[in-house]
């Protein structure tokens, strides 16, 4: 008998449901984008998304559940992102279904993503790139991972976000300065790498928006190649910054695989530096489909699969959390974060 995991992601913008076979094979996997109501608020508003969340739940989910020509009464466990993220929003994925369930994190579920598309081998050196966290990990096992360091301030895709915004492009600022860094060169602004240098596997990028609003002033309203210029060397300065680190954790830890995940993993710049630096390093480099970086609820079923196959699950007083765990420093173990 297969076992089915149905998965729900409800941590931010996306109501997501998804049917997952044996911890690899998505049978199904529906995302319900609220994109279009926080667009015009230049973000996400939490009381909007918890609002939508409740109301798209259903559908969603039948949905989900008749893509992969399966009922509920076939499902052996429900995984459901239990943070970090929107309290509001997290609850209506916890809170939906009376049955065990397995309560995962979300930038470890980013990371499960790759089980769905690769077999990867352990360990690995894990980077989840989102939103609102940039993290990197020591990956052991399907359930055995350890943060090693995080951003301090801003995130890489709240760096790309605010920049555009800056640059009055539309949100999600991401996928725009992507588009328009395809045209324009990375070497004709030279923005600061402020961590690149350093010993410590956190990251930090609010100097390098601060660099921007400085550029700005001096240069105000930049349109065409201008325009595509400093986005493309924008682009590379968070882009270069998060493959050299990720590089120095392989060194310290001795780990020849890496996989980048998260929604800024879309980033094609990203893709294409990272799978030439990594292979001349002789490092094993594994992304996801574009579908499995943003967030979705396949990859929230992939990790329930191997937390439930461990009996790691609870009952209905699992409780969300709003910020991120402790963190793995070689040599010192877990330290508060
Ligand atoms: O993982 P995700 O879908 O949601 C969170 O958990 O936050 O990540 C969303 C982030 C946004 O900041 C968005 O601008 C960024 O991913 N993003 C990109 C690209 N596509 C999405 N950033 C850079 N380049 C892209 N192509
Ligand atoms: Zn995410």
Redesign the pocket.
Known sequence: MPSLILGIES??D?TAVAVIKDGKTALSSVVSSQIEIHKKYGGVVPELASRKHVENIIPVLEKALSDAGVSLSEIEGISVTRGPGLVGCLMVGVSYLEVPLIGVD?LES?LAAIHLEYDVPFPFIGLVV????TSLYLVNNHTDIKLLGKTRDD?A??A??KAAKLLGLSY????E??RLSKEGDPKAISFPRPFLTSSSFDFSFSGLKTALVYYLKKNPAPDGIRLKNICASYQEAIVETLVEKTLAATKLHEVRAVVIA???A???R?RELAKDRFENEGISFYIPSPKY???NAAMVGALGFYKLREGDYSGLDLNPYSTSRPKYVRGRGLIAN
């Open positions: 941590s931010c996306e979300h980013h989102s939103g609102g966290h995130a895709g709240e790309f976000d999600p600022g991401g996928v300065i992507d998260g929604g800024v879309c980033n094609s990203l970086c943003t967030d």
